[in-house]
């Protein structure tokens, strides 16, 4: 068997920046088994397969260790690869994902994705999990949120850029990941996101968690759009739009390399 692969920089305005995913289309779905042994190989932070459907296409992403019920800038990698590679008509695309229907629309400014706006609860700075999660960051930040993730907000960029976590205390947490998060130095805000549990130790740049952040960040500076910074060493940017319940993310991508991957039963 043969299966095409893509590997594209999405939130990348130029190569080797943002953060590289895999794009392996399928006429239809493979063993799960299989699927996860790809996305080890692959040993990328998201690899994302896709087969399509009756006017919309069936989406899925894996770590290199486990599947994942949302993942931003492996949607904007696929909906890079259909509109460029693939010849989807240019327009808006539908995914069917764990996380329900997910929209990807051409814009002026790049890709749009349309994913669930998740609105972060704060955590007490003296209960236990918080008392793990200080331990791991190594940092005491000046606020403590729970989403799926864990959300620790900072006063200032540099103290996000100067973390040093203990990844193996991270892992133990009981939430998939920790983003730190502050004001930013040239963007309205910057972030970090640390998923060791997903063998993911620092993720390049992450759609998924904002979708926590932009809530965050857009009560907390009173304005529904805002331009945010993941200041990983590749980094990132993205156009980060409240609209209700949903959160509109823009970036660009940029195409890596194309092969195939050859299966032998």
């Given at each position: 068997?043969?299966?095409?692969?893509?590997?594209?920089?999405?939130?990348?305005?130029?190569?080797?920046?943002?953060?590289?995913?895999?794009?392996?289309?399928?006429?239809?779905?493979?063993?799960?088994?299989?699927?996860?042994?790809?996305?080890?190989?692959?040993?990328?932070?998201?690899?994302?397969?896709?087969?399509?459907?009756?006017?919309?296409?069936?989406?899925?992403?894996?770590?290199?260790?486990?599947?994942?019920?949302?993942?931003?800038?492996?949607?904007?990698?696929?909906?890079?690869?259909?509109?460029?590679?693939?010849?989807?008509?240019?327009?808006?695309?539908?995914?069917?994902?764990?996380?329900?229907?997910?929209?990807?629309?051409?814009?002026?400014?790049?890709?749009?994705?349309?994913?669930?706006?998740?609105?972060?609860?704060?955590?007490?700075?003296?209960?236990?999990a918080a008392?793990?999660?200080?331990?791991?960051?190594?940092?005491?930040?000046?606020q403590l949120?729970?989403?799926?993730?864990?959300?620790?907000?900072?006063?200032?960029?540099?103290?996000?850029?100067?973390?040093?976590?203990?990844?193996?205390?991270?892992?133990?947490?009981?939430?998939?990941?920790?983003?730190?998060?502050?004001?930013?130095?040239?963007?309205?805000?910057?972030?970090?996101?640390f998923y060791?549990?997903?063998?993911?130790?620092?993720?390049?740049?992450?759609?998924?968690?904002?979708?926590?952040?932009?809530?965050?960040?857009?009560?907390?500076?009173?304005?529904?759009?805002?331009?945010?910074?993941?200041?990983?060493?590749?980094?990132?940017?993205?156009?980060?739009?409240?609209?209700?319940?949903?959160?509109?993310?823009?970036?660009?991508?940029?195409?890596?390399?194309?092969?195939?991957?050859?299966?032998?039963?």
């Open positions: 068997m043969k299966i095409p692969i893509y590997q594209v920089d999405a939130f990348a305005e130029r190569l080797f920046e943002g953060n590289p995913a895999a794009v392996v289309p399928l006429p239809s779905w493979l063993d799960d088994e299989l699927l996860q042994a790809i996305a080890a190989e692959n040993n990328l932070s998201e690899t994302a397969f896709v087969v399509a459907g009756q006017g919309h296409w069936e989406l899925r992403w894996f770590t290199p260790r486990a599947e994942v019920d949302l993942c931003g800038h492996a949607t904007l990698a696929t909906a890079h690869v259909l509109f460029n590679h693939l010849g989807c008509p240019p327009g808006r695309i539908e995914f069917h994902t764990r996380s329900g229907r997910l929209h990807v629309e051409q814009a002026s400014a790049g890709l749009r994705l349309d994913f669930p706006a998740i609105v972060p609860v704060p955590l007490p700075m003296h209960s236990a008392e793990g999660l200080l331990q791991g960051l190594g940092a005491k930040p000046e949120l729970a989403a799926p993730d864990y959300i620790a907000v900072f006063a200032d960029q540099a103290s996000v850029a100067s973390l040093e976590p203990d990844f193996a205390r991270l892992a133990g947490l009981d939430r998939r990941g920790v983003i730190a998060t502050a004001p930013g130095d040239h963007h309205d805000f910057a972030s970090r996101c060791p549990k997903l063998g993911v130790n620092e993720d390049p740049v992450t759609g998924s968690a904002h979708c926590k952040l932009t809530p965050y960040w857009a009560e907390r500076l009173g304005r529904s759009d805002l331009q945010a910074r993941q200041i990983s060493a590749r980094g990132g940017t993205l156009v980060c739009q409240l609209r209700g319940d949903r959160v509109w993310l823009i970036g660009q991508a940029v195409d890596y390399l194309q092969g195939e991957i050859k299966i032998i039963f």
